[in-house]
């Protein structure tokens, strides 16, 4: 029996008269090369999304998808070292797979979001290689400098600058006889953003994008964009940390000289006004810019734009993600989000992100038992909420070992403490369902190992299960077309032990949306009427931790509402 007839029969999809279809959207993101091989080489491409373009709009009723980069480049760093940013890498298809991917998803209605990549290019890239031949035009479109001679006559880098990947953040080419900087690999050579030539250039490539039909971009590591410039021929050289006294260790210095520039704020801004100028021209849908910056959370919030200026309407709130581990108590997470939603400047959006192609997978960092817990936060908290692919089945990391180790944040290290660094694990191979390769490929042998476990867990055993994760996902995504989610207002409150978090989303006259998340390792029971005042007597249950055993759509007494070790539920109830 439902009791809210009233909220259910809202146009599910129905984007409301005043708001932006990106303010409380759902984005996912989709790591390509493990997302659905189309013909059978173990790599995952376009036609293979493509393919899936149906599970994400149809099943999961997501509004957009962000793919790593899908570009032609020599796979140093997997896509993000670009030889051509206008093209398209032959493993992952043609010019003509991305038409007919964007085609089926304007068809579908599902936003697409490619990712830009501006602070470095492959040193394969033909900007490059005229760069270091000094030819007419690309002198300085990368950062150069014949470094400092010692006293005995031999030749060192600029700077102590260390790169993010380890070691200097110099390489000396032996074509041009002076040193460049690349703040990732050695491959990956920094573009120079004070060569006004290359900002244009660039710009361009968001054109390009545009004209083919995408609705933003996702931009990488945007607090790498500038660096300081050198004083008298002369780089400044970083503060020690005190940190670790290995000077390949990025953290060995303090990042002065080479994060978080002024200029880069500047960037982001032009960026945007890339977009904005192109919707004027062209019409269509608001364009978007997500921005990759883990950068201290005043950043975060001036890439929001400033002084008039707007910039990113998604600087990605990694708050949440970096500060939040397995043991983390209800008081934890609650700080994580309140330090964000404290400092949120008023007519902004609150963006939400648990996992992402560079970390641990939600599952495998916070652990099994809480995955639908931080899934249900995810998105009933308010705002924009972004799902990694496969955290809705709750797939755990794979684990890889040091021989079949691809990922050069890995392998430049050593076979002792790779573990440490290595993304491959969260970039395993999506589990469709229980045949060969877990149904991403029919070849046998994919460019990393797939889960040995894929046949306890996938999509196609979640989807027939009375109760799974992914259904439990569905529910929160469909709740989320609904007006309370949407407009409603936010209280949340820290209560037994300050252990479990509850809180509203109420919307007047529409309905009252409660969610609890319990952080004891223990069941407990909730009792409501002490935590809130004027609720509805009753509430249906709209979804809950599998762990549970409430069904969906039945009523709840408020006064007592027992809940599992590490489990959630979500209730709506009118008044
Ligand atoms: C970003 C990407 C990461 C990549 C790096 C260099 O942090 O997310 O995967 O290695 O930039 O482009
Ligand atoms: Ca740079």
Known sequence: MRILVFSVILVVGAVFADEHW??????????????????????????????????????????AIWLSPIFKSPMADFGYDISDFR???????????????????????????LDFVPNH?????????????????????????????????????????????????????????????????VKQPDLNYRSESIVNEMKDVLR???????SGFRIDAVPYLFESEAVNNVYPDEELSGKTDDPDNPDYVVHTHTQNLEETFDMSFQWRKVLDDFKAEHGGDDLVLMLEAYTPLMNII????????????????????????????????YDNIMRFWNVLPSGRFANWVLGNHDNKRVSTRLGVPRADLYNIALNTLPGIAVTYNGDELAMEDVYIPWSETVDPAACNSNPKDFMLYSRDPVRAPFQWDDSTSAGFSTNSKTWLPVSPY??????????????????????????RKQR?????????????????????????????IVVILNFHKSTRTVNLSKVFTGLPLEFEVITSSLQTNYVDGSILNRDVITLPADAAIVLEGTV
């Open 121 to 185: 290019s492959s040193d394969e890239h033909e900007y490059f290689k005229k760069s270091e031949l000094k030819q007419d035009g690309y002198d300085d479109y990368y950062v150069w400098h014949p470094g400092k001679v010692l006293s005995n006559g031999t030749r060192v880098p600029p700077s102590n600058w260390v790169s993010v990947f380890r070691g200097s953040a110099w390489q000396w080419s032996e074509t041009r006889k002076e040193y460049y900087l690349h703040q990732f690999l």
């Open 454 to 479: 894929y046949k306890q867990n996938n999509y196609k055993l979640q989807k027939s299960a009375p109760r799974s994760h992914v259904k439990i996902f569905k529910s929160l995504v469909r709740l």
């Open 484 to 512: 309370t989610l949407r407009e409603g207002g936010f209280d949340m409150k820290l209560v037994d032990e300050d252990n479990i978090i509850v809180y509203k989303r109420e919307l007047q006259g529409v309905s009252t």
């Open 302 to 333: 001036r890439l929001y734009g400033e002084n008039g200026r707007e910039g990113a309407q998604i600087p990605f709130n990694f708050e949440v993600l970096s500060n939040t581990f397995k043991d983390s108590t209800g008081k934890d997470f």
């Open 87 to 113: 093209d398209i890498h032959e493993k992952f298809g043609t010019l003509a797979d991305f038409d007919s991917l964007a085609q089926e998803c304007k068809r579908q209605n599902l936003k697409l979001i």
């Open 208 to 214: 390009f994008w545009l004209s083919r039909g995408v």
């Open 22 to 63: 990106w303010q409380h959207a759902n984005f996912y993101q989709i790591y390509p090369r493990s997302f659905k091989d189309s013909n059978g080489d173990g790599i995952g491409d376009l036609l293979g999304v493509k393919e899936k373009v149906s599970y994400l709009k149809q099943e999961l009723g997501l509004d």
